[in-house]
């Protein structure tokens, strides 16, 4: 079937009559259906109340540009409530439409449309761009150079190159601190950002603090506690959020908690951990890495301080004066889970309970390296740092391929392959399917982030529009990783944590006026904001969607190489009456066609009325 002319159905407010359904509520769902598929026989919607097929008539509610509207009425039985759509065709055979495409066969329970009955998303998370900072790396206050390095660093002067040997990948030191943010939030604002992201500000033994020694103040290499409240208050001074960053999976072999516990069972902290023997010598670690010992949520008294209440690390820091705004969660998949212990829902739960006690207007977030779904049901995630449904086929779409997958960077990115456009659509669409609507919103379109390499590294050349283009106009949480409006690269994650040189600002302009453009973009426009998405062309080196909304339609191309392409003129309304937002790329209309042609690598988007 045509992509341009596929049925379609999604959790936006065009298709769902209520963002926030609640248990028993009667929801009105709508679906687009393309004129050209002829008479149809029958539209249905397949509900799955407690686990049963059931089957609601649906009406035809109006046409417009060849498209028909069928709709139908579901209740909402269950906290999250799957359905797909059934269409029977004029020949007898039946078309099946779920959150992952159009099929000619019945479909899986994982891939349907699904309501979420008392999801908690702050309304601001669908709008949000993301900055995230690496504290070290950032930039240093005049305050700064008079502390001194601690034991287990190695200082470093701003300019130097950033070690890839152990141990000085973790252990060097740039002393960057709070205070350089503050002092940085002009360039902030000129990005557009709305939220900034930090990485760890607790006490470590590393750079990046994931090895915290404490939950209970803020690393006075940053500034300490003040510092922070003097952060916060300036962000928030800007119309800006702030989130932190917490490790629910680990804490660091040197954190207080640990080291009341090691070799001390009778310690009231003795069973925060795994350990392997009765004396509490050998332990759990992420990964196997000693130095990250792993919590066992089991206890009772651990999730007390860390996760349970207003007196808990979760909501002590979510208070004033300190007023974060929300977390994002390292290792999320990984955390309450080893062996036959699967904690996770427990976890994730009483954190999300805590922080809406604290301050309902709180997002979290959490790490999920994979195939996230299964945890991201509305239950608590607000939305996924994950790899799998954006970041991992853009790269396979817009990279040089690997020569090999040796050592250096081979190593490092040896799970993307080369991808052309139908494998990027195939994956994207895969991954994101098992996402409710609410929490796709959620989700964080990340070029890069601190723990992989820098796209621009391996990017096939001139295709950074693209790809930023892609970040902000699909459904999700646009991110910038620090450093990328800068064009930095980075062949690996410590590589890519290079210290923002703040002394080529000048020289970066052409690329920061790059993110400041198509971040604009993305804040302006409501259809990018919670608006529908519709695939609408699909080739190896081009893609095509739109996104919309009833006040407007976007129709936007990336596309890595030189491009014609042609499509249904009721593929967007008033096709005639276009406005270029964006690009290069020329688009003409002629008959019942819409023609876009230009040259490539390019991204373009155009503007018309709303659905």
Known sequence: MDTALEPHHDGSPLYVS?????????????????????????????????????????????????????????????????????????????????ARGVFTTETLDSEDFRLVAGSDAPAWAASSVLYQIFPDRFAASDAAASRPAPEWAVAAQWTDEVRLDPPARSTQLYGGDLDGIVGKLD????????????????????????????????????????????????????????????????????????????????????????????????????????SLPKFNWNSRELRQRFIEGENSVVARWLKPPYSLDGWRIDVANMTGRL??????????????RTMIDVNPDTILLAESTNDASSDFQGDAWHGAMTYANFTRPLWGWLSEPLADAGGGLGMAMQTIPWYDGWQFYAAHRQFSAGFPWSIRLGTMNALDTHDTPRFRTRALPDTLPV??????TLPGIPVVWAGDEFGLTGIDGE?????????????????????????????????????????????????????????????????????????????????????????????????????????????????????
């Open 187 to 290: 360039h902030l604002e000129r990005l557009g950002v709305t939220m900034i992201y930090l990485t760890p500000v607790f006490p470590a033994r590393s750079n990046h603090r994931y090895d915290a020694t404490t939950f209970d103040v803020v690393d006075p290499l940053l500034g300490g506690d003040e510092a922070l409240i003097r952060l916060v208050e300036a962000v928030h001074a800007r119309g800006m959020k702030i989130i932190g960053d917490l490790t629910t999976n680990h804490s660091g072999d040197a954190h207080e908690w640990f080291r009341a516990a090691h070799r001390n069972p009778d310690a009231a902290e003795a069973d925060f951990y795994y350990w392997r023997d009765a004396e509490h010598d050998g332990y759990e670690s992420w990964l196997g890495v000693p």
């Open 18 to 98: 209520t963002q926030h359904p609640q248990l028993g509520e009667t929801v009105r769902v709508r679906l687009r259906v393309p004129q050209a598929l002829g008479e149809l026989h029958g539209v249905r919607v397949r509900s799955n109340p407690d686990r049963e097929p059931v089957f609601s008539v649906a009406e035809r509610a109006g046409s417009t540009s060849g498209w028909d509207w069928w709709q139908a009425e579901i209740t909402v039985a269950n906290r999250v409530h799957g359905y797909r759509w059934l269409l029977r065709l004029a020949d007898g055979s039946d078309i099946w439409v779920n």
């Open 467 to 472: 790809a930023v283009g892609m970040s902000v």
């Open 339 to 352: 062996g036959d212990d699967d904690l996770n829902a427990e976890v994730r739960q009483t954190i999300r």
């Open 495 to 611: 590589h890519s944590r290079t210290p923002i040189p703040w002394h080529a600002a000048d020289a970066a302009s052409g690329t920061i006026d790059l993110y400041s453009e198509l971040i604009a973009l993305r804040r302006k426009h409501s259809a990018l904001n919670g608006g529908g998405m519709r695939w609408v062309h699909v080739s190896d080196d081009a893609l095509a969607y739109v996104r919309e909304d009833g006040d407007e339609s976007l129709l936007i191309v990336a596309a890595r190489a030189d491009v014609g392409i042609d499509l249904p003129a009721e593929v967007i309304p008033a096709p005639d009456a276009v406005e270029q937002l964006f690009g290069g790329l020329v688009l003409s209309t002629e008959g019942d066609s819409i023609r876009i042609s230009g040259t490539g690598p390019d991204f373009s988007v155009w503007q018309t009325a709303g659905a």
